[in-house]
């Protein structure tokens, strides 16, 4: 027979596998707590991409979500109207991809 732990680890791998990924994210949205800005450039703040997945990868592995980012597209403009000299503008257009690793059929994709 087994112990009561094993038993509720089983109920929740079950309870996670019978989910739909548009729920799994929600789950995971809910969970997901203020996210500290650590990086600092160009008088922003902002969470570094290493914070970011970080703190992302421990409930995108509980709730058995797969994700992949790519860099679609991407350009350099260059101007010459800054303070000190030339300013350098770059658009960056990526493809986040979310899949249910229990279906994989089941995904979502996210152009940002």
Known sequence: MPSKEKAYILKDANYVASQSLDHRLAIIRA???YMQKDGKGYNYTYATPENV???MKPLLAEYLVG???EVVEDDVAVSNLGKSGD???IRIKMR???YNLDNMT???VIEW
Do not use: M, P, V, Y
Request: cysteine-free; hydrophobic content about 45%.
């Open 87 to 89: 300013e350098h503008l």
């Open 96 to 98: 986040f991809t979310f």
């Open 106 to 108: 089941d995904s979502r």
């Open 67 to 69: 994700f992949a980012s």
């Open 31 to 33: 969970k997901a707590e």
């Open 53 to 55: 997945l970080g703190f």
